[in-house]
Structure formats: C-alpha cells, structure tokens
Nanobody
Framework: EVQMMESGGGSVQAGGSLRLSCTAP?????????MGWYRRAPGKECESVSR???????YYADSVRGRFTISQDNVKNTVYLQMNSLKPEDTAIYYC??????????????????????WGKGTLVTISS
C-alpha cells in the first residue's frame, strides 16, 4: 500500500515562504501518472492547488499561479511545492495526492476515494497578516 507522507507545513507571516514535501514510497511516478497538492481552507471546499505529471507538465490554480512552484524528484518519488509571497487566504490544510492516471481537477472532498488513488493525511499551513 502506498503511504503518502507530507512535511513542511507551519506558520509564517504574510509575504513569507514555505516548502512542502511529499514522498510516496511504492508509488510509480511515470509519464502516465500525476502527483499534486490540494488544500482545504476553513469553511471552504477542497481545492486543487497544483499538480505535475511524470512528463513534467504542470497545472496551477489561478489563485497561486506565479507564487507557487511544483517540482518533482522521480528518483526519490517526491514532489515539492515551493510557496512564496504567502497570503492569509493561503491558510489551509494542504494534502498531497497521487494517481496512476490523472488527478481530479475538481473534487468534492480532500481524502481517500475522491479524485486520486492515494492521499496524505495533510499538513497545516497558517499565514498570519
């Protein structure tokens, strides 16, 4: 069974940076698969933040484009999310997810059974103004 493991969450002031990491031992990250990040802000629905395919094509939500950068290390089966110029509205639980085909662009819930084959437990990111 694939165990997704996130790290790097925390609390920073607006304008600061954080880097999230997600490892997926046992998951084959090839040209046909996706890894990425979702988030769930307080009182809001699950949102797709960014995803990357094995062929390195990537997607960003409009709200984070130009501030966040997703990258991958296929050897380590790890995906990173570099988050710069953070805003209070970026405060959320960030979930790593992986799929052997495509990550869902719109999911009704962040978690197992919704839009991805595998989910992490989430890491909290808090941005203060």
């Amino acid at each position: 069974e694939v165990q997704m493991m996130e790290s790097g969450g925390g609390s920073v002031q607006a304008g600061g940076s954080l880097r999230l990491s997600c490892t997926a031992p046992g998951f084959t990250f090839d040209d046909d698969s996706d890894m990425g990040w979702y988030r769930r802000a307080p009182g809001k629905e699950c949102e797709s933040v960014s995803r990357i395919s094995g062929d390195r094509s990537s997607y960003y939500a409009d709200s984070v484009r130009g501030r966040f950068t997703i990258s991958q290390d296929n050897v380590k089966n790890t995906v990173y999310l570099q988050m710069n110029s953070l805003k209070p509205e970026d405060t959320a639980i960030y979930y790593c997810a992986a799929d052997e085909a495509f990550l869902g662009a719109v999911v009704s819930k962040c978690g197992e059974g919704y839009g991805a084959d595998f989910w992490g437990k989430g890491t909290l990111v808090t941005i203060s103004s």
